[in-house]
């Protein structure tokens, strides 16, 4: 972003932006090739996005799809319910529930992707993160 200088990235901004599903460093949209298969870099401030330097690295991004499908789940459900109280559709429920829960972990996907890295550069920050 412009006007950043040198200064140190705020935790919640890269968060925030990988939320978007942008570059956790600079906010550049971009990144994936297709839903699944992401770029190696960042066009814009060139950080490296598959910083994993051993095979189990995307376990935490694993970790982090399961979260926000849960949040999710619980989230749209819980509200569904609050909506429609007394008279709860109890069927309809049970099953959007389900078919949300089979289908949040790939809708989510690239966001939790972008968390997870968002995460390990807050606690592992990468030698050019005081640049943007």
Known sequence: MEGEGTRKLNPLRMLARA???RCPRCGARGLFHSWFHMRSHCASCGLPL?????HD???GGMMFNIVLAEI???T???SAILLTWPDVPWGAVRIGAVLLMLASPFLLFPMSRLVWLAFDLIFRPDHDSHQR
């Not at 598959?50 to 051993?54: I, K, N, P, S, T």
């Open 19 to 21: 939320m978007l599903v």
């Open 50 to 54: 598959e910083r994993g330097e051993h």
């Open 57 to 59: 690295y995307w376990i």
């Open 72 to 74: 999710l789940a619980v």
């Open 76 to 78: 749209v459900v819980g």
